[in-house]
């Protein structure tokens, strides 16, 4: 019979992916580019999306104050954030 997942499995989860992505060299990251569009002159520079995000939950850890314990928290809001940003551009 199948067992029934728990949010301490799903976290559980999310945790050892985060530290699988975070021990990975940079040059070892997938190139997913981003599909955000800007709204300048300048050329577009795509980012991948994990990039984006480590970018983004490095951010969040600063206004917080360096304080450390908060690594997968910071994670996971900015994936929210970005997911969430590139959802809104493709609705437009």
């Keep these: 019979m199948a067992e029934k997942r728990t949010k301490a499995d799903k976290l559980e ?5 985060l530290g699988k992505r975070v021990d990975r060299h940079p040059d070892e990251i997938e190139k997913e580019p981003s599909t955000l569009a ?3 002159d300048k050329p ?5 999306i994990e990039q984006q995000i480590q970018q983004r939950a490095y951010e969040l850890y600063e206004q917080r104050g360096r304080t450390d314990g ?7 809001q900015a ?3 970005v997911k ?3 959802a809104n551009a493709a609705a437009a």
């Excluded at 577009?44 to 991948?48: Q, S």
């Design 84 to 86: 969430g940003t590139q």
């Design 44 to 48: 577009t520079v795509l980012i991948p």
């Design 79 to 81: 994936e929210r954030e």
């Design 70 to 76: 908060h690594d997968l928290d910071d994670w996971l």
């Design 38 to 40: 800007t709204k300048s």
């Design 13 to 17: 989860r999310q945790t050892e992916q």
